[in-house]
Structures are given as C-alpha cells and as structure tokens.
C-alpha cells in the first residue's frame, strides 16, 4: 500500500505560481512512478505531468508544457509539481498518483496509476 497526501494548493490571480507537494508512505518512493492529473468541475480526470522512478524521465501535457515542472526527491518521499503563469483554465482539484512502470519509463494514463491522493483544490481567478 502507498499512501499519498497532496499540499499546496490555494486561490491565486492569473500568471501567479503555485508549488503542489505530494508526500508519499508505504513503499520505497524510488520504486514507484509518480503522476499528476486533475479534474476540473462537470469534465474527467485528465493528465497533467509524470516522471520516472529515476527522475530521468517526464512527460508532461500539451495544455501545460513550459509552464509546468514536474519533479521528485527520493530522500524526502516527495513529488512536486511547480505551476507557473497560472491561467483560469488551470483551475481543478489537483490529484498525484503512484504507480508501477520501468525504471525511466513515465506513465501517462489514470490507469496504470495504482494509489491516488485524496486531492488539493487549485484555483486561479482572472
């Protein structure tokens, strides 16, 4: 079992940023890929960003490419996602995941995803 708990989220203004931290528990955080999506009101969960287990490795995106980093700290048991020129579409509940998958291999797609955080409300006011 993985259990991952989401933080960082909050109103800001347009072209603001925010740093989404995903703490993760239960397994060796180097053995497993990590992931973000989101949902925003009345549409599906839909992909954000992935990295590897090795944090060689990240996919991100069309809709949030170059503004959006993904990364990881193994030492710390912590994924994040820095969100950057923040627009009003980006405005979702923001859930991290974990899964299996190769060593360098990202995974982009909700089901290949085994655990989910309970999710952080991020919303960006125009």
């Known amino acids: 079992q993985v259990q991952l708990v989401e933080s960082g989220g909050g109103l800001v203004q347009t072209g603001g940023s925010l740093r989404l931290s995903c703490a993760a528990s239960?397994?060796?955080?180097?053995?497993?890929?990590m992931g973000w999506f989101r949902q925003a009101p009345g549409k599906g969960r839909e992909f954000v960003a992935a990295i590897s287990r090795s944090g060689g490795s990240t996919h991100y995106a069309d809709s949030v490419t170059g503004r959006f980093t993904i990364s990881r700290d193994n030492a710390k048991n912590t994924a994040y996602l820095q969100a950057n020129s923040l627009k009003p579409e980006d405005t979702a509940v923001y859930y991290c995941?974990?899964?299996?998958?190769?060593?360098?291999?990202?995974?982009?797609?909700?089901?290949?995803?085994?655990?989910w955080g309970q999710g952080t409300q991020v919303t960006v006011s125009s």
């Open positions: 995941a974990a899964g299996g998958g190769g060593f360098h291999s990202t995974l982009t797609e909700a089901y290949e995803y085994d655990y």
């Open positions: 239960g397994r060796t955080f180097s053995s497993i890929a």
